[in-house]
């Protein structure tokens, strides 16, 4: 089945710098990419995603890269904000319905934006 | 929208006990899943339904595990008897249309500790 590793763990930046999170995929299968942001107490939530059919997207201070053939993608936030401080999660599936659809995550990276 | 609806928030119980988890679906979404989060193995991905059929459950560990949808409302996760390594955040999320491309809408989750 999938597996989804994600790095790093932890990541602090200072206000204004970039932050980049990056995750490897085994299914050559996955064709669907999303992102998720998890605050403190809360669920998920959906922030940016991609398909395999795209290199990259963009969504104003947010961006996600592809690269198909290395089986990774990658998060980029620029000009980081302290609410941008969370935990991230990346994603992969087959992106169809059936088991075989199902998202399978990457064990996160909490995000710490400094002042 | 109220978003996903999940009680109690918190949960805290001593082993054998019997532990019932509760969600409440966005309205009009038509599949329902339910996740658990722990630092070891992150989120995962417990059973999901389609118009209140259980479709998947090879995500559930055991046979202590249990989840209904008797109807498009309401579904429950239920867990007896209760064991320490059960603690964890359990996240319900819905969706209208079960393709992994249609974002899922996560519940702020209930955090279980069991004594």
């Known amino acids: 089945g999938e597996n989804v590793e994600q790095h790093p763990s932890t990541l602090s930046v200072q206000e204004g710098d970039s932050a980049v999170i990056k995750c490897t995929y085994s299914d050559s299968a996955s064709n669907y990419f999303p992102w998720y942001k998890q605050e403190l107490g809360k669920g998920p939530q959906l922030i940016i995603d991609i398909r395999s059919n795209v290199g990259e997207k963009k969504d104003q201070r947010i961006a996600v890269t592809l690269n198909k053939t290395a089986k990774h993608f990658s998060l980029h936030i620029t000009e980081t904000q302290p609410e941008d401080s969370a935990v991230y999660f990346c994603?992969?599936?087959?992106?169809?319905?059936?088991?075989?659809?199902?998202?399978?995550f990457g064990k996160g990276t909490k995000l710490s934006v400094k002042p | 929208d109220a978003g996903v609806i999940q009680s109690p928030r918190h949960e805290v119980t001593e082993m054998g006990q019997e532990v019932t988890l509760r969600c409440k679906p966005i309205s009009g979404h038509d599949y329902l899943f339910w996740y658990r989060q722990t630092m070891m193995r992150g989120l995962e991905l417990l059973i999901y339904?389609?118009?209140?059929?259980?479709?998947?459950d090879s995500g559930m560990p055991e046979d202590r595990f249990s989840a209904k949808m008797p109807n498009a409302s309401f579904s429950t996760l239920k867990i007896q008897p209760s064991e320490p390594r059960d603690s964890a955040v359990y996240f319900c999320a819905s969706s209208f249309g079960g393709l992994a491309y249609n974002e899922q809408f996560f519940g702020p989750g209930t955090r279980l500790t069991v004594l």
């Open positions: 339904f389609n118009n209140n059929v259980p479709i998947d």
């Open positions: 994603a992969a599936s087959r992106g169809y319905g059936g088991s075989q659809g199902n998202l399978i």
